[in-house]
């Protein structure tokens, strides 16, 4: 029998870490998911303010009366409790705030909920189970909408939006990687509006209602609503906001003392103990000692993929240690099972799970620059125009995209293909053209030559060989990536189209209407069977080859077509540029 390797004290003591931070990863969804879940009822709870407030008081007893049983309260308040104490205890870990825009506001959001929250949660649980006050939906509406309309109720507005927010920014980071997401994203879109907007009308309608009563006929009120001056009521009611008062400051003491650890640990790593973190090109980062590689990255601004936004569910931020890597401790089970599916080399490690205690120099294997994609092109029409003209549609797609899932993580999937749409939309928009639809891997893009249907076929073939150029480039820097070289399909027509700048009412999107658009994308399902990369209609090519210098045209059937039509292959993106050259040329 061979003898089994004995773990030592630092792997042993690597091995706990990695398995103590996943478990309070877990926690931390977990927990969120249940509060999700009681928002979700409770904004649902709201909608039926819309009839009355004595429709929302029925549909309490069954949206949530589960989360008014002993069980229920002690999951609810201990779901709050945690994940209010493990986003503490995220932000003190935090070595800088250099992270993206979502999260930032993630956390943000986050860190503000409880100051918000207090008054209202905090203070009807002590009223019910300290002072005995009877708090129902009656009481809680005339209390923002009568009694303290110009600080509560604002405030009130503030946390249900906020809470919603945040709530959904970390269900779509959960939903993200699994493999029906994408499909589902309309649905979860519209859910995510149409509940926090039936809530907010719901409320609202509550409110006036219960205003208006008030100012007619006060005397129908119950007891318990209105706290009048000097009764035991209001001494109770009093009481309450004290309490509130001593917990909300409770709470921002706690966060500023969170905020100055942070400053004071950050103060005693840099002036005692940094690593200095070396990239390709002799860049060096220096950080204190705790800071992973991705958050070193982040810091010194270097460019670094991190698609799951460093909670290591993806391989992106791979890099490949080529020094200093025997002082680093060996990967967590986490970061081994996803270096083992990807049949990473041992030299190899996740940045966003490697926290070096000396120096340390690293290449990052996955290029992370992105084009900044422009606005919208000038169509020369006002905002809002239409106009019918002759345009140039460009369609590209993905060939054998469904490959790309094959034994690779679904946030590493997720990462070439956007890239890909990158590549695409900006050669599209730095040749004068407007992406108008992008379903899957799949971009449709319209030129329109300001007017003039030769500049629209010359700006269309040009942005058509940048994207074929960038196509291949984005393989060669994703070639570890890749089994092999992205492949892609392009069909290009010029016709006559309805377009415009934006459609009305706030619909995202270009108009792009008319037959154009769809010979383009049926010319690009030909190019396999012609096995060509583009396929291009005669009405575009003639407009940029010379008439002499005109390509072989073979006859092509589209479907849905009475007449066939002439089209020109293109297999090289060398025939594509001598075309292009040959214009220029005359």
Known sequence: MSAQPIPTDRQAGSDRSSSSRARLRKLRLWTGQVLFLYTFMHFLNHAFGIRSVEAMQAAARVLLSPWQTVPGQILLCGALLIHAGLGLRAFYRRRHLRIPATEAVQLSLGLIIPLLLIAHGAG?????????LEIDFDRVVYAYWVA?????????????????????????????????????????????????????????????????????????????????????????GAAVGRFVDRLTLAYALLLAGVVGLRAARDWHAARFRSVRITYPGGRVVTVPVGYSVLEASRWGGIPHASVCGGRGRCSTCRVDVMAGGESLPPPGPDELRLLSRIGAPPSVRLACQIRPESDLAVVPLVHSQTPTLQGEAALG??????????????????????????????????????????????????????????????????????????????????AALKLWDGVDALSEQLREELSEPLRIGIGLHVGVAVIGVGWEGGIDGMPFLGDTGNVAARLEAQTKRLDATMVASREAVTLVARSGDLPEFTTVMLPGKQEPMEAACFRESGELREILRERAAA
């Open 124 to 132: 009807v649980r002590y009223a019910e189970s300290v002072q005995g």
């Open 148 to 236: 303290d309309p110009f600080f509560g109720l604002p405030r009130q507005f503030l946390l249900l939006i906020v809470v919603w927010i945040h709530g959904c920014i970390g269900i779509r980071a959960w939903l993200r990687s699994k493999s029906w997401y994408a499909r589902a994203v309309p649905a979860l879109t519209a859910l995510a509006t149409l509940v926090p907007v039936l809530a907010i009308l719901g409320f609202i309608n509550a409110g006036l209602d219960m205003r208006e009563l008030a100012a007619a006929s006060p005397e129908l009120l119950s007891p318990h609503v209105v706290y009048v001056p000097g009764s035991e009521q209001a001494e109770k």
């Open 381 to 462: 029409m006002p905002a809002g125009g239409r106009r019918e003209a002759r345009v140039a549609a460009l369609f590209v797609d993905l060939r054998q995209s469904t490959r790309l899932a094959d034994d690779r993580l679904p946030y590493d999937t997720l990462f070439i293909v956007e890239r890909y749409i990158q590549a695409v939309s900006a050669a599209v928009q730095e040749g004068g053209g407007q992406v108008t639809n992008v379903a899957g891997d799949g971009v449709m893009s319209v030129f329109s030559g300001k007017g003039s249907p030769e500049a629209a076929g010359r700006d269309a073939f040009r």
